[in-house]
């Protein structure tokens, strides 16, 4: 029978977070017990953290711990304030979340090799967030305010992360999904998100060598000294998030799972 595993990054440790049955990861800048796996030892990018958020953790589960597992084990990505969970349900309290934690593999990702988040829509924006953070894209485009079609992922990225950097970002992905990536975020409205996703040895191994190998081109043109706020400070998990959605439907076969939003670090 296959196992499932289920890692929770966090920058905060919590008692809450302790009563769960989930291996706890801590990252960022503050002291963890000995609860919590710590990505400062070993091949790790710790120092990128502000930027890369949960992705300091995928990276150093790559390079330190991936290929101790076999293929029977399912792995899967959470954070602190997002948890999967096994069916869909409004989660309210600790002991909700609790109750409902997806804690072992489901009969229905049998025909499946690969789990991602359900998927969250970007069209119909509010006309004032538009004009106020798409303008640029609407002086390109001025159907853009009254046609859905044109209300994709990639006029979703530029008004909240910087316009025109996913675009810069694309230019230096690898040849056999620059093309298609760049289609996926303009013709699309709607995205697979948190960086949260569960599958098996092969595929996450093939899946963090596509995505890391891609985000260090990407430090050439962004690099670090000039990212802030919530727009550009964790460009790189902003970039990896648009990523996942595409690659995971392309490279592998994904059901789409529950997701529940809780902050318990509160």
């Known amino acids: 029978m296959d196992k499932l595993e289920i890692f929770c990054v966090t920058d905060v440790s919590s008692k809450l977070l302790e009563k769960l049955n989930l291996n706890l990861v801590g990252v960022g800048k503050n002291k963890f017990s000995k609860k919590y796996i710590s990505v400062k030892k070993g091949v790790n990018i710790q120092k990128k953290e502000k930027h890369y958020s949960e992705l300091t953790f995928h990276y150093w589960f790559w390079k330190n711990k991936l290929k101790k597992y076999d293929q029977k084990t399912w792995i899967g990505f959470s954070q602190k304030r997002r948890f999967w969970i096994k069916n869909k349900c409004k989660i309210t309290s600790f002991e909700k979340l609790k109750n409902n934690l997806l804690n072992k593999v489901p009969i ?129 998990a902003f970039l990896a998030e648009r990523y996942a959605s595409f690659w995971f439907k392309k490279y592998s076969k994904p059901i789409t799972w529950h997701w529940a939003f809780f902050d318990i670090t509160k």
């Open 108 to 236: 229905e990702w049998k025909n499946y090799n690969s789990v991602i988040c359900k998927s969250i829509s970007v069209k119909k924006p509010k006309k004032i967030k538009l004009l106020k953070r798409g303008w640029k894209n609407l002086i390109l485009d001025p159907q853009i305010m009254f046609k859905e079609n044109k209300q994709t992922v990639g006029l979703h990225f530029d008004m909240f992360h910087g316009f025109g950097y996913l675009k810069k970002a694309i230019n230096v992905m690898n040849v056999k999904d620059r093309n298609e990536f760049a289609t996926y975020v303009n013709s699309k409205n709607k995205f697979n998100p948190n960086i949260m996703y569960i599958s098996k040895k092969d595929i996450l191994n093939k899946w963090f060598n596509d995505l890391f190998s891609w985000l260090t081109e990407c430090e050439k043109i962004f690099g670090f000294n000039n990212l802030s706020g919530y727009d550009t400070q964790r460009i790189y």
